[in-house]
């Protein structure tokens, strides 16, 4: 594990730890449940270790650092010239131009940084790209690289990378709002909540999306995040349906709730799918996981107690509010 890497496992899980929190708080008007999501979060914080951690070659660089230095990641020398590609950089040479003249140069930083196209970065290309500003800079002001200002710049991004994450936050104004409020629209709109959110008969079952990335942090086989995609599929499923949906003016706030939750949830097993391809975004969208997908079960018995207490909706045994809601 490189330099830069050992220590920034530690301080990446400690970040989400702070940015997720450990427990949930739901809130409608002046009602205030709390519920505990600790094991979600340490299967999110073993997945950030494990990516940043991954050096297939061995050679002391992490393979996004790779990105960083443009070497290979599969090579542990990716200029030949018998020293490692790690052990090059903690020297303060280029370990893609093999020695001995291979001194890092302003020369050198601006070729690499003029070479870049913005809009084919990764933001894990972004973030490399700056801190390779920063620690050539470094080099040559004759002042040691500082794992301080590395874990600084870091921490950083990550914080504003999850600003600027592609979640789509709902409001009022999405909704087709029904006009009467009935008890008839009322029951309606909860069988309609409960079919969105509840497997056609006979569809395959979907495994869990923190048992897939498990075994991927286990095994590091790609082929587990294939398995993310029905998922997504269906979460995009309920969140379109869910934007569909007229919904009752008294409901309007608990059905916000549930699709924001839906779609933030969304975004996070999104996130999970470039833990390969773009380990820092996927990161910063796994970051808001554990508190999304948390929030389903509440927004869901907040509907429940909507329908069933204060509009006194009772569903048939045939009916899909029935069986959703009496499972809660």
């Known amino acids: 594990m490189s330099f830069f890497t050992k220590r920034n496992t530690l301080l990446l899980a400690g970040a989400i730890l702070i940015i997720g929190g450990s427990f949930l708080f739901v809130q409608w008007k ?124 870091l921490q950083n991004y990550l914080a504003e990378a999850a600003n600027k994450t592609n979640v789509r936050f709902y409001g009022a104004s999405d909704f087709k709002v029904a006009t009467a409020e009935t008890p008839t629209i009322i029951r309606a709109y909860g069988n309609e909540v409960a079919r969105i959110m509840s497997r056609k008969e006979g569809a395959p079952a979907l495994e869990s999306e923190l048992l897939i990335i498990d075994r991927y942090v286990k095994t590091t086989d790609p082929e587990e995040l294939l398995k993310l995609e029905p998922l997504v599929a269906e979460y995009r499923r309920i969140e379109e349906e869910l934007k569909n949906t007229p919904v009752p003016q008294s409901a309007l706030i608990l059905h916000i709730e549930l699709i924001n939750a839906i779609s933030f949830t969304k975004q996070g097993i999104e996130g999970m799918q470039m833990i390969e391809t773009d380990p820092l975004k996927a990161i910063a969208a796994i970051n808001n996981y554990p508190e999304a997908s948390g929030n389903i079960l509440p927004a869901l018995r907040l509907i429940k107690k909507y329908l069933v207490e204060e509009h006194k909706v009772v569903f048939t045994q045939a009916e899909d509010g029935y069986r959703l809601f009496n499972a809660l």
């Open 30 to 153: 002046n009602r205030k449940e709390v519920y505990s999501n600790t094991t979600d979060q340490l299967v999110v914080n073993d997945i950030s270790q494990n990516a940043l951690a991954k050096d297939d070659d061995g050679d002391g660089l992490a393979n996004w650092e790779e990105t960083l230095w443009k070497t290979d990641a599969n090579n542990p020398d990716s200029d030949g010239d018998g020293t490692s590609d790690g052990e090059e950089i903690k020297a303060g040479r280029d370990p893609v131009i093999a020695g001995p003249n291979d001194t890092l140069s302003q020369e050198e930083v601006e070729n690499k940084i003029n070479k870049e196209n913005e809009a084919n970065l990764t933001e894990t290309d972004k973030f490399s790209r700056d801190f390779f500003i920063q620690y050539v800079a470094s080099l040559q002001s004759g002042q040691p690289v500082n794992q301080a200002d590395y874990e600084k710049l």
